[in-house]
C-alpha cells in the first residue's frame, strides 16, 4: 500500500511531461480551445432559456419547445465535455439528454392525456 501511494505522483508527473494530462482541445491548439469554449458558452446560454421556457410553463407547445433546447444544450455540453475530456460533465449530460428527449416526447409528440 505504501509503495502505491509514493509511485502515483510519479506517475501523474510523467503523464503530464508527455502531453498526456492536456485535454482533446489542449493538444490541438487555440483554435480547438476556442471552439471548445463556443459550444460551452452556447450550451450554457441555451440551457438557461431552456429552463426560462419551461419554468413559465406557458404551455404545452413553447413547454415542448423548451426541452428541444435542452436536448440542443445537452448535446453542446456533451460536445464540450468530450473536447476539454471532462467525463463526470459528459455523463451528466448523457443522463440530461434522456430525460429531456421524454419531455419532447411528452410536450410535442405525445399529446395531451384524454
Do not use: C
Request: glycine letters at 12%; a positive charge; proline letters at 2%.
Amino acid at each position: 500500500m505504501l509503495a502505491m501511494a509514493n509511485s502515483a505522483p510519479i506517475m501523474i508527473f510523467v503523464a503530464i511531461e508527455k502531453g498526456q494530462g492536456k485535454s482533446r482541445a489542449a493538444r490541438y491548439g487555440g483554435h480547438m480551445e476556442a471552439l471548445a469554449d463556443g459550444i460551452k458558452w452556447f450550451a450554457s446560454i441555451s440551457g438557461v432559456t431552456a429552463a426560462l421556457m419551461v419554468s413559465l410553463d406557458l404551455g404545452r407547445r413553447v413547454t415542448g419547445w423548451g426541452f428541444v433546447l435542452f436536448v440542443a444544450s445537452s448535446i453542446a455540453w456533451f460536445t464540450g465535455a468530450w473536447l476539454t475530456e471532462d467525463w463526470a460533465l459528459g455523463m451528466q449530460n448523457g443522463a440530461l439528454f434522456a430525460i429531456n428527449v421524454l419531455g419532447v416526447y411528452r410536450y410535442l409528440i405525445r399529446g395531451v392525456d384524454p
